[in-house]
């Protein structure tokens, strides 16, 4: 009886928390669209799975720009990042094996992380205005660098790898999904580099007090945002069997929302990792939600729009309040 009650206090803290409202929102969309499409394969196990899949990448997004915001900077360039790392590791699959293909991959990130760091706290502009650029750039490079052509991926070993294989029955996807948000919660909330960000968002002076390089933590964590882009390249590359240049580039908003959502601040101080996979997983089974029910794409953009607006309120709210 006394163990039943020390579950019951943790779960209750947890719940009470300002970010617990990400639970009641997932449970309640779960409910609506189980209720509205009851005679569709909406419940299905395999319709669960398929949304996992579907939404890995922006998974793998989400956490990643949590550190960014943490630091208080934004990064728009992860859809673009997104589409040179999967072309890049596409094309070096040709001719290189997969170790080669992936370290190409996430140098593509870790560089343009460490361009858009350094042009944002050198030059002392805001990240949104460098990354936008950053974003502008890379789109063109990736529309430039194939001539508008896919890139097929034949290479079975990397497809099992980054996106379609099962482990035991188990999809890949949802293995890196848990293993990139446990990565993702260990860093940010138990490691003293994760302090740090939170730190330098939350409070700059207190952080510079703190002997924290705030300039370098700030790079650091555009560095991780756009890795975790280039990451989710290779994941859309393993999971389509090819690349082309108009991968990632709607997830910008998606990813957003998702983060937002989930209790990550957009303006510093504050990340939630858990809240960002529920959050994405949150925004892909409204998706799937919608298709089932029959909206077109159309309506479905302005359903993620305004899904967008309301976070975006939320994340403000909570600013405040906080």
């Given amino acids: 009886m006394s163990g039943l009650l020390l579950m019951r206090v943790p779960l209750r803290q947890l719940l009470l928390r300002k970010e617990a409202y990400i639970y ?12 509205l499409l009851h005679d569709t394969a909406f419940l299905s196990f395999d319709n669960f799975m398929n949304i996992i899949r579907q939404t890995t990448p922006i998974t793998v997004m989400a956490v990643a720009l949590s550190f960014a915001l943490a630091v208080g900077h934004i990064d728009l360039s992860i859809g673009a990042v997104v589409a040179v790392s999967a072309l ?3 094309l070096l699959l040709q001719n290189f094996g997969i170790p080669v293909a992936v370290c190409g991959a996430l140098a593509v990130g870790g560089l343009v992380g460490l361009v858009n760091g350094l042009l944002t706290e050198k030059l002392q502009v805001s990240s949104l205005l460098i990354t936008l650029g950053s974003m502008s750039v890379l789109a063109g490079f990736a529309r430039q660098l194939t001539n508008l052509e896919s890139v097929p991926i034949i290479n079975q070993d ?11 029955g188990i999809p890949v996807l949802l293995l890196w999904t848990l293993g990139i948000a446990a990565l993702g919660y260990l860093v940010l909330n138990k490691l003293r580099f994760g302090r740090h960000l939170l730190a330098v968002g939350g409070s700059p002076n207190a952080a510079r007090a703190m002997g924290i390089q705030l300039q370098r933590t700030r790079v650091y ?9 280039a990451l989710a390249g290779l994941l859309y590359a393993g999971r389509l069997q090819g690349a082309r240049y108009t991968l990632g580039e709607a997830d910008l908003l998606t990813v957003i929302a998702a983060v937002a959502i989930g209790g990550t601040s957009l303006f510093g101080g504050r990340a939630c990792i ?27 953009m302005v359903a993620r729009g305004v ?16």
């Fill in 24 to 35: 009641y929102i997932f449970l309640l969309v779960l409910v609506l669209f189980a209720v």
């Fill in 88 to 90: 890049v590791s596409a």
């Fill in 158 to 168: 990397f497809n099992f790898m980054f996106g379609g294989g099962d482990v035991l």
């Fill in 221 to 229: 964590a555009l560095m991780i945002s756009a890795c975790g882009a």
């Fill in 274 to 300: 858990v809240g960002a996979v529920l959050g994405s997983w949150l925004m892909g089974m409204i998706n799937n939600g919608l298709i089932l029910s029959g909206f077109s794409t159309n309506e479905q």
């Fill in 307 to 322: 899904i967008l607006i309301l976070a975006v309120a939320i994340g403000v709210k909570e600013s405040k309040n906080g």
